[in-house]
């Protein structure tokens, strides 16, 4: 498995810039980490209204893997976060932040410092020249499932934060299919996880059978970099939550503007018109609980599906259980 954390690390020393001033003081000490998630609340609508709402909400927040086509979500094992740039309070703020939430939503956390980082944050003053010599170093790995001609628009940094993302598909233990190797074909059971590549071998999709094999794909790494040049002065609450959403789930959009608010509302200009949120809503929380919960491996239509359904039985908890 390519491990891209140490490559992040090398070159983004290069490329820190001095500390952000963030418009709040910087958190007392990285051991406190807050126990609970806050988020925000929400009006909700009638029962129809309120499936079409959260059917588009899961539209937009939920990326399918360009090689399975299936919904994606972080490996089992769990995320190991690492934060860059900031003085070490703020790093260490940021990472966990990410670590609360995702035991929250169960989504799973490694223990810090004692894993391989898979999520990797980077704050800096020159984030194209990161991602740039990142893609160098890394022959275009870090950024992802892509095809050469795409390579241009894919490493093009246009937002005050921006992720990618590199996936990886893991085929059903109880399906057999046809492995293509350097010497020739072998019948064998795909149960290891596979790095999405567009040039490489296209997981078992079933064909011949009417039974669908259950694929799962997994964000492998997330890389998300910040401009300090656009985020400076924003503080590290909003800006660690909605990090956190990056590094959790993989959107399909962020430029879209759904009836519930979420945290990536803050850098959508379709959001423009209302006010932003300080934390991660009830709408963010209820979406990755039902992520990590769903069945997203048989097809991503039936995936959303399920994600839905479970974000709309989330919603319908008392308040005090969303926290």
Not at 65 to 79: F, N
Not at 110 to 131: L, R, S, W, Y
């Amino acid at each position: 498995m390519v491990r891209f954390s140490a490559i992040v690390a090398g070159v983004a020393s290069g490329f820190l810039a001095a500390a952000i001033a963030f418009a709040q003081d910087a958190p007392a000490g990285s051991s406190q980490t807050p126990e609970t998630v806050t988020v925000t609340g929400m009006r909700l609508k009638d029962q129809k209204a309120l499936l079409d709402t959260i059917d588009q909400f899961v539209d937009l927040h939920s990326a399918r893997d360009r090689k399975s086509g299936l919904l994606v979500r972080d490996a089992p094992a769990g995320v190991c976060p690492i934060t860059m740039g900031l003085p070490d309070a703020y790093n260490q703020f940021i990472t966990q932040r990410i670590l609360t939430v995702a035991k929250q939503v169960g989504a799973g956390a490694q223990e810090a410092g004692k894993c391989h980082a898979n999520v990797e944050i980077v704050f800096t003053n020159d984030p194209q020249g990161v991602v740039t010599l990142l893609s160098d170093r890394t022959r275009g790995g870090i950024l992802g499932y892509h095809f050469l001609h795409e390579k241009g628009s894919v490493i093009h940094v246009y937002r005050p934060i921006q992720a990618w993302y590199v996936t990886g598909t893991k085929g059903d233990p109880e399906s057999k299919s046809v492995d293509i190797g350097n010497d020739g074909t072998s019948e064998g059971t795909h149960t290891k996880l596979r790095i999405d590549d567009a040039y490489g071998q296209s997981p078992n999709t079933g064909t011949g059978s009417r039974i669908q094999p259950r694929n799962s794909s997994q964000i492998v790494n997330a890389l998300i970099v910040a401009d300090l040049n656009k985020v400076g002065g924003t503080e590290i609450g909003p800006l660690s939550d909605y990090v956190t959403m990056l590094a959790l789930s993989q959107p399909q959009s962020l430029d879209g503007c759904n009836d519930f608010s979420s945290i990536l509302d803050r850098m959508s200009t379709a959001c423009a018109v209302r006010d932003t949120p300080e934390t991660l809503t009830t709408g963010d929380i209820a979406y990755l609980k039902a992520l990590y919960a769903a069945d997203i491996t048989t097809s991503a239509a039936r995936g959303s599906e399920n994600v839905a359904s479970g974000m709309n039985a989330n919603l319908a908890q008392p308040a005090a259980q969303q926290h």
